[in-house]
């Protein structure tokens, strides 16, 4: 009898522990696929891009900076840090470095850093107008 009970609760500690695993991995997963699709925020930022380099240890990411055109002068300048996903936009960014560009950027809150280490993911790159 009191085997019979241990390997009883012993059934059931495991199938309980299993059963809270899969929960908090489903909604993980689910909370990822959320804020990956999600977009708390689009604006668009015009300035120099300063830097774009492609680094991480394991999760490699487009990283850059942008520095943001001022209306007067002098002031100090702000930098706008910034992730891109795909490369096709990472090529036209690079084409245009140094250059004064509009970036259009979706903001993306509560990703992980392996999605990118900033928050705003650069959708669309565009020279400014008049440059």
Known sequence: MTTNFISTLIRYALRTVIGLVLTVVIALGLYLLFSYHFTYSKGESVGFVQKLSYKGWICKTWEGEQIRALATLPAIPEKFAFTVRDDAVADQINKNIGQKVVIEYEQHKGLPTCFGE??????????????
């Open 118 to 131: 900033t928050e705003y993911f650069i959708s669309k790159v565009t020279p400014a107008p008049g440059e």
